[in-house]
């Protein structure tokens, strides 16, 4: 069975600071990795998706993430957040019967 | 295209009232979702539907029914509810299977 464990349930940063959320998974096939943005009282939007092909994927907002097989890693990073990246952030696995499973969320804060 | 939309957008019920949330896309996508989202616990599949005619259990379907009613529509149903219903409920929808899900806005739910 498939599992994502999203490390952090909150990260605190400043403004123009880097952040990395990270993000584990565990899958019996092959997996399609997936992260979600959702902001306050939003439903999720995707950010990113990695399917196959170049292992580092990046958001059109300057986020990027890079699969990493032999850690099953799927981290989300951004080298200066803006106060508007504030959100609830979510990694999502494709697993056996081609259904999502998502982690528990990271809440990212940005303080100016 | 309006994309995921759902209705109601807030309900309060009380213990043993049943209600019908609405769900519809514009996507002409194959694939629809029910998840309720409870802090902490990221998103929980209650049911799904393949494609249009089937539907299928997730995770934590006690309490509800679902109904596929056309390409376009997928309903969630509380028949007798209950206060650990008590969630934020999303509807997604997807073109195959395993791939990335476009998400409604969700419907904030409390049973007293």
């Known amino acids: 069975a498939q599992s994502v464990t999203q490390l952090d349930s909150q990260v605190p940063v400043f403004e123009e600071a880097p952040v990395e959320l990270r993000c584990n998974y565990s899958?019996?096939?092959?997996?399609?990795l997936f992260w979600y943005v959702q902001y306050p009282n939003q439903g999720l939007q995707l950010l990113l998706k990695y399917l196959s092909g170049s292992t580092l994927v990046e958001s059109i907002n300057g986020f990027e993430a890079e699969f990493n097989k032999s850690q099953t890693s799927f981290h989300l990073r951004k080298p200066s957040v803006h106060i508007s990246d504030t959100a609830e952030y979510f990694c999502a696995v494709r697993g056996a019967g081609n259904m999502l499973t998502f982690g528990g969320g990271t809440r990212l804060m940005v303080k100016p | 295209n309006a994309g995921v939309t759902q209705t109601p957008k807030f309900q309060v019920l009380k213990t043993g009232q049943s209600m019908t949330l609405q769900c519809a896309q514009d996507?002409?996508?194959?694939?629809m979702y029910w998840y309720r989202q409870d802090p902490g616990m990221g998103l929980r599949l209650i049911y799904y539907?393949?494609?249009?005619?089937?539907?299928d259990k997730g995770e934590v379907p006690n309490g509800y029914n679902v109904s596929r009613l056309n390409k376009r529509e997928f309903s969630l149903r509380l028949e007798s509810a209950a206060p650990s219903q008590t969630s934020v409920y999303f509807c997604a929808s997807t073109r195959d299977r395993g791939r990335e899900q476009y998400f409604g806005p969700g419907t904030r739910l409390t049973v007293t």
């Open positions: 996507m002409n996508h194959n694939s």
């Open positions: 899958s019996s096939v092959s997996v399609y």
């Open positions: 539907s393949a494609s249009e005619g089937t539907t």
